[in-house]
């Protein structure tokens, strides 16, 4: 069944391999079809280089495994705790990426401290605490936590990601390594200060609302 979102799914795992945000066989991603009340995750304990979209496992939305030959993901009780808090998501990711995951080993969020971070994450993104693998209480910290941002450190172990389509769970999943290392350097260089936070409300406007969008949508004449 899901073969198409298998193959979606399939391929969003792989693209962190090839961004650099996992190793060996860590980390994963996963989405929801909402039709069919089940979610397609990335199996358990399987190298990115072995992984065909017949490897994904579709697993009902009470944790039951519906279909797929090898066990899911250590964190899928994450993903379903997740899903059942939030409607408007329909795609998950979880990394160890090394910037990200700095933060995360230390119990803190990435400050606001760039414009690129107001745009996508509207504010600080924030570290919840500890919570152990395996269960709901990681899901339960990010509901509780994440607020609007698209991305969470969880302290101690790494990088929940969350968005409607798996193309903007993996891009907040990019976009959370690429500021995590920036701000990592500049620490080394200088203090850092927060943007003021109606700027960061504004940049974050701008970029949900009118970046990117047609002249026409915006009432602008060519």
């Known amino acids: 069944m899901l073969e198409e979102l298998k193959e979606r799914v399939c391929e969003g795992n792989l693209e962190l391999a090839r961004a650099g945000l996992v190793a060996w066989t860590g980390g994963n991603l996963s989405a929801k079809d909402d039709d069919h009340g089940v979610i397609v995750i990335k199996p358990s304990g399987l190298r990115y280089s072995e992984m065909t979209p ?32 939030r409607d408007d998501v329909k795609s998950i990711v979880h990394t160890h990426s090394r ?34 693998i395996g269960g709901e209480d990681i899901g339960k910290i990010v509901l509780s936590t994440i607020g609007r941002s698209p991305a969470i450190l969880m302290a101690k172990h790494g990088v929940f990601t969350i968005g409607p389509t798996i193309a903007k769970a993996l891009q907040a999943a990019i976009m959370v390594e690429d500021v995590a290392h920036t701000v990592a350097v500049a620490e080394q260089l200088g203090q850092l200060e927060s943007l003021p936070q109606e700027e960061i409300d504004s940049n974050y406007d701008r970029y949900h609302n009118r970046y990117g969008t047609d002249a026409a949508s915006l009432g602008v004449s060519r």
């Open 54 to 85: 017949k490897d994904m496992v579709v697993v009902g939305l009470d944790g039951r495994i519906v279909e797929g030959e090898r066990g899911p993901s250590s964190d899928t009780q994450s993903h379903l705790a997740i899903y059942a808090g």
């Open 99 to 132: 910037y990200a995951t700095a933060f995360a080993a230390v119990g803190r969020e990435i400050p606001c401290c760039l414009t690129a971070i107001a745009d996508e994450f509207g504010g600080p993104v924030p570290c919840g605490g500890y919570a152990p």
